[in-house]
């Protein structure tokens, strides 16, 4: 199974570089771009989509962050964040992004 941990990109490289298999979903039904994005894990869904060709597509983005978003699944809590944010920086390619940025508007908004 996929293993995206927060700066942890060698290992994504590392499992692409052998031929891992991108498609393989989890029991939650999430591939490893999703994974990385519900985990608010930019570096490693920019990989994935720079190396791999993975995305979301942009109908379906809000679905999957209002299905799990803000929630605990498989044990992990999802943090709710800004996925618009989030998707933006990624349609655009930005390589260097501080993960707090994300979570700035949910804060202002509490």
Do not use: C
Not at 47 to 59: I, S, V
Not at 70 to 76: A, D, K, R, T
Not at 86 to 106: A, T
């Amino acid at each position: 199974m996929w293993a995206v941990y927060r700066n942890h990109t060698h290992i994504i490289d590392f499992l692409l570089e052998n031929g891992a298999d991108v498609n393989i979903r989890d029991n939650t039904g999430l591939n490893a771009f999703e994974l990385a994005t519900t985990l608010v894990h930019y570096q490693s869904a920019l990989m994935l989509r720079q190396r791999a060709g993975m995305d979301t597509p942009k109908e379906k983005r809000k679905e999957l962050y209002d299905e799990f978003g803000g929630h605990v699944i498989n044990g992990l809590y999802r943090q709710k964040f800004d996925f618009e944010l989030f998707f933006y920086y990624l349609d655009n390619n930005v390589e260097q992004v501080e993960r707090k940025i994300f979570y700035e508007k949910i804060i202002k908004e509490r």
